[in-house]
């Protein structure tokens, strides 16, 4: 059936959950494109055709046409729902991704990412007068300033406010600055304890 | 499904949606009314090379409703689990069918599905509002009172809208009873990172 | 030097400072530290916690957090090792010591630059004098005898040295005195609630937490029952002053702590109260439950007391609730007969909302339970967290695990007991007893952790006692070993050395012994654990290592 392929793409993403990202699949993505060409070549000469005045084609290229739009409209998805994948993980991993998602990704995309940091990074340095906002921070209204937290992994120095450093290692609880310690916790190193 | 999606709900079409996407790929049985030359590849019982008028074949939705529109290339049928037999199945008791099996996108193929369907539109459209109507009290009892573990269970039998509708219920759940027991302010690992990193511990053990 | 006004001395002096608060593996000093860090918490004083086992956590704890903080709190530990000696701090580094194991180094208590230790005002002990055990002029002397190479005969000098000699002599006979038996002080959580009361923070929660370290100390065997009557006398004061709103005045789900009458049994509410019988150190001992005898007495009790057997043997929250409410008066008209005349005590039990009702001795058994997990994917740290976590009060699941655990571990001990007294296993080395868990045992496991292996030896001892004809054995304490099957290294065990039975004060000499009889053998030993009285000892040292105890100790 026609689209088959730019459907498998489309499942592709689908089957993968939250937090992955499948390999950028080039393979597919050039046979959907070499599917595409055929259906245009195809749709080409028999619109000449119809053109001559012989009608009975009319609805082959119509039928042709609809596939070129499905397929069009599978790439052009497969590649936003990437992107918007990747822009939700920049709030959640942070600026910079695990190795195992940026293997994942392709160059375009790398760019797309880094371009996407530093207009966010610039947006949330012009927030607050001058001072910046973070608003990667604080997505749930905090209730104090600083919060008890446990350290699930080593994770080594920490600097807290004006040099202070922590030693993060495993298993110590320590009492910190929320602002310093929240994208820890966000990551998995530290855990909130109350 | 992830919880990202629930902001681009396919039930509010967007060209880029997946859910949508996949919804229009389900298959309607069509006729062919006009020929169709240099196509005959998607009838491959027929091995011409053309599709000859009459031909009856079965199209992904997307593909009927384009051939349909305007110029009325093919004229359609409903498929077998929105005709009459299932339709009284559902007016029977909706809330115990498998609704996932009738399809995966139930209420989704069913909306795609009312400009192909001629004069059962309406009895068509009637039919999904009521059988969600019909359901959707059960659907929300079980994702406010199950447990975490019996959840999985529940879903099974229902359509992907009706999935997202439970866990959308689920999580409003567990939000209120944080909220409640005072633990909303809680910072936790996101659960991206947390998903990403399950899958790192299992992949080294 | 001591310290007493905690508020000034203490809490005053590091307020707005960073902390870091080293605690020791123990369920009186877990409690202390939470307590402490609620306080801490009030405050925003920033803190570190380190969970501490050994003298080497300590080394490497300090090492690794002491850097940037200037002030270090050490919880159940540290306090009778010299502790400048051993960490080499930097001259502006503070310790505030909250140890409740004693004696207590000489060099900490009179240190006065560094280390200021925390006691209860009233609970001062009686230390050699400092002019009994330092010298102004030590150095110098030396000095001067290394220094001055004709030799001096003059009167003088003679006299100086001859006094020498003789203050010497005193001074090590005194620091014997002092140091030979290892004890234990009043509770650190206890005293870090004080601390709290009269900051006036104190709560409920915080209270139930002073309420379990004191509870531990007595089911461990740390405290007299005189000093522990006379702690619950003032931790009842403030239950009363905490708890005194009628239940309908307040919210259905606040907390409530209440004084009142409990059986010496293990965990009884949550068995049953046969399973519980059985395995608790008291009634089993008393009624000698491994024996033929001893079961048919147990049951000889229970139908005097009228209860049905069927009800004993099924979970006590599904017994009769009249049976249930009677069984405290029940068995006290019947303890008397039965030599079970302490089966009550004073004690405390918690409740919240519609929760079942959980006693101290509950926690302190779950807790020392979780601490001490046989399960192999937890570390130490882990069951440190686990124990942690447990004590907070809207955790329950937490403690129920180690309810569940503690079961497991007093089983355990029970067969291990058991198989002691059958297989005549217990022997007299003429100044002690010992016994030995064999290589192999399925339940070692179990017994390779301090906490567990002092259970299983006062249980070993108390039952032995029971049971053997000769009346020495009252007077003898008790060593006790196991493979150390949680050691990475093989071939080591773990041996735990208890006072007499016939013993009123929990004294134990067992540590100085240890030290004396590791240093005369050259056995390759480590005196590792901040309860002196249980170290590693490599197997093959074994005997050589008990010989010279035997001449040690007779």
Known sequence: MLGEKALELIKELDRSKDGQLPTFNEDSIRMVLEEMTTLFEQNQRDVNATVAGDVRFFSGVHLRHAALERNKRCLLAYLYNRLERIKAMRWEFGSILPAEIRANICEPEVQWFSRYNKNLAAYMRSLGEGTGLDLTQDTKPPKNLYVEVRCLKDYGEFEIEEGDIVVLQKNTTHYLPMSHCQHLIRQGILEHVE | ?205 | MFITDLRKQFYNLITGKRILLLVHFDVDGICASKILQSLFRTDHILYTVVPIQTRTDLINAFQQHAEQVKHIVLINCGGCIDLVDLLQPSDDLVFFVADNHRPLDICNIYNAEQIRIMTKLGDEEEVPAFDDVFREDESEEESDEEGGKRPRFDEEALEKRRERRHWEQQRHKIIFDYTQFSYYGSSTATLMFDLAWKLSKDSNELLWWAIVGETEQLISEQTEPDKYLLVTATLQNHVSRLNHKAQDEQPLDCLRITFEKELQLALYRHWSLVESMRHSLYSATTLRLWTLKGEKRLHELLAEMGLPLAQCKQKYCGMDVSLRNELQSLLESKAEKYGLNNILFASFSISQGFRSKFSALDYVYATSALLENTDKEKTATDAFLDVTDSLTISKLTVLEKGIENSKQQLEAIYRQVQTFLDMNQVISAGPFLYATVIEGTPDARFFAAPHCLSLLARFTLKAHVAVSRSKKSRSLPLIITTPDVRSSESNICLVCGIPPTSEESPRNFFGKAFEQAADKTGSKAELEFFDTNIIRLSVDDRSKFFDALISLLS
């Open chain 2, 1 to 205: 499904m992830n919880q990202h999606s629930l902001h681009y709900p396919s039930y509010f079409p967007s060209y880029f949606s997946i859910n949508d996407i996949l919804a229009t790929n389900e298959r309607v049985p069509c006729k062919f009314e006009k020929a169709a030359y240099g196509v005959g590849y998607l009838d491959p019982s027929s091995g011409s090379k053309d599709l000859e008028a009459g031909t009856k074949l079965e199209l992904p939705c997307w593909l009927a409703r384009a051939l349909y529109s305007r110029r009325r290339i093919v004229s359609c049928q409903l498929p077998k689990t929105f005709k009459e037999r299932y339709r009284e199945i559902l007016k029977a008791e909706a809330s115990l069918v498998d609704l996932h099996m009738f399809s995966p996108h139930f209420y989704e193929f069913g909306q795609h599905l009312l400009p192909l369907a001629g004069p059962e539109a309406p009895i068509l459209g009637t039919l999904l509002v009521e059988t969600l109507r019909e359901r959707l009290r059960s659907i929300m009892d079980t994702s406010l009172n199950s447990l975490e573990d019996e959840a999985s269970s529940h879903t099974t039998k229902l359509d992907e809208l009706e999935r997202s509708l439970f866990r959308t219920g689920r999580k409003t759940f567990h939000d209120h009873r944080l909220w409640l027991s005072r633990r909303a302010h809680i910072v936790t690992t996101s659960p991206m990172v947390e998903q990403h990193n399950k899958r790192k511990f299992s992949e080294i053990s």
